[in-house]
């Protein structure tokens, strides 16, 4: 008995020796297996406004479209402040991906609106939206510190994102779609989070989100939540599908979808309008070919159209006379009351007398 347990204990033993050696031989190759992340590199880390760089990545989804830009107020632990606003947008320069996940573009020189620290800021515009921002320096361009951050404070979105508000009537007339995005953050840090700075951007389509920094005014305690309500507007007749992000230090916190209807208001007018000038042209033309042209001169009467008639002569009827009447009554002419014959009285025949 004792010599059978003793060889149960060896082979647990070995079983589990064997478990352990293959957990540790397996821990150094982890690492080595995952996927690298997107990385950026720079011809060299410094040039003068006119100049040229060479930025190339790997690492990246293939078939994706980049944008390059170089931008001020940055770095690239914190990421672009100021959001594109801080970036020389007119000079940025676009990239796309190849098979291999790689890229390679020449990018100028040029001085953003927003003092330096700089970097050179690569993020995607489709599919896969990363970010990645080298540090580089414009020779020449002013320098700053760049704004204090809130302190060791953590926020985080706790409840769902809803827009507030509605379109009104002059939106349906193209005026700019606004409204409210309100959601509900919580500090998770240790330190409290003074008027954070948030940037609200809107992207439409493939488009990447154009951010505008919003002060959000208030306090969040260590372990407290607040309600946020940035405003957020598009462009005058802006309509389609729109996404709504909100970032907070370089971190994005909010998307939500927001669909804009057309401005049928515009359309109408536009039709109106194709009507309605047509129409007064051409009684304005009328108007002026009807004062132009000369005067007609006036004719002469035409005479009457004389019509045939027949006429039908009659014979004059006499009137039937009455008793009494004076005037003499016609009597046949070949006859007359003392002319006319009598009868023979009875005479002797003479027949056959000498």
Partial sequence: MTGSRTTRWKRTAAALLTGLALALALLPTAPASAAPGPVVELSRAEGGKGGEITVSGSGWKPGALLMLLMCGQAAPDRGVIGGTNSCANTDGRAATV???????????????????????????????????????????????????????????????????????????????????????????????????VFQVG???????????????????????????????????????????????????????????????????????????????????????????????????????????TRTRTRTPVPARREAGDDEPTAVLPWFSPDSAPSAPESSPTTKGQA
Wanted: glycine share 10%.
């Fill in 98 to 196: 190849d098979a291999r996940g790689a890229f390679s573009a020449k990018l100028p020189v040029a001085e953003p609106p927003r003092p330096c620290p700089c970097v050179v800021h690569v993020a995607g515009v489709t599919g896969q939206q990363d970010a990645v921002d080298r540090e580089f320096t414009v020779a020449g361009h002013p320098t700053a510190p760049l704004p204090e951050a809130s302190g060791d404070g953590r926020l985080a979105v706790l409840a769902a994102v809803r827009l507030d508000g509605s379109s009104g009537l002059l939106t349906w007339f193209g005026a700019p779609p606004s409204r409210e995005v309100a959601f509900t953050v919580g500090n998770l840090g240790s330190a409290p989070v003074k008027d954070p």
């Fill in 202 to 308: 809107t992207g439409h389509g493939v488009f990447a989100p154009q951010y505008e920094e919003r002060q959000w005014r208030g306090t969040v305690a260590p372990g407290k939540k607040a309600l946020v309500r940035l405003p957020v507007e598009l462009a005058a007749g802006a309509h389609g599908d729109y996404q709504v992000s909100v970032r907070y230090a370089g971190k994005v916190l909010v998307e939500q979808p927001w669909g804009v209807g057309r401005p049928w208001g515009v359309t109408l007018f536009w039709l109106l309008l194709a009507v309605v000038v047509p129409t007064a042209l051409f009684r304005v033309g009328m108007a002026v070919v009807d004062r132009a042209r000369p005067a007609a001169s006036p004719a002469a009467p035409r005479p009457p159209r004389r019509r045939r």
